[in-house]
């Protein structure tokens, strides 16, 4: 499995940024995907996932009504918009897969998840 991240950069405080993530899985669709973000010093945590289907989503309460997560599976790819962004969304995100329930994630170890890739950093200045 692979899933490379793109899109982050150097924002200020109130802008928006939209996140790629291009992931090589055999069945993309057969599979939740989702967002994890991890600031300097801190652990990683979750911060969206949505379903096999695109149908369904979840987001931790410091992003929601901020961050929207998408998919298209016809190109294997999940994006995170990002909105009103705030100092503290500044994190390397990085996007995983899981055949987990989407609407666990946020609730179970960090070692229920397998691949990260290698992230994108986002930085919010005030």
């Known amino acids: 499995v692979q899933l490379q991240a793109s899109g982050g950069g150097l924002v200020q405080a109130g802008d928006s940024l939209r996140l790629s993530c291009a992931a090589s899985?055999?069945?993309?669709?057969?599979?939740?995907m989702g967002w994890f973000r991890q600031a300097p010093g801190k652990e990683r945590e979750f911060v969206a996932a949505?379903?096999?289907?695109?149908?369904?989503?979840n987001y931790a309460g410091s992003v929601k009504g901020r961050f929207t997560i998408s998919r298209d599976n016809a190109k294997n790819m999940v994006y995170l918009q990002m909105n009103s962004l705030k100092p503290e969304d500044t994190a390397v995100y990085y996007c995983?897969?899981?055949?987990?329930?989407?609407?666990?994630?946020?609730?179970?170890?960090?070692?229920?998840?397998?691949?990260w890739g290698q992230g994108t950093l986002v930085t919010v200045s005030s």
């Open positions: 995983t897969a899981s055949d987990l329930h989407h609407a666990r994630w946020g609730s179970v170890p960090l070692d229920r998840f397998g691949s």
């Open positions: 949505i379903s096999w289907s695109g149908g369904s989503t």
């Open positions: 899985l055999r069945s993309f669709s057969d599979y939740a």
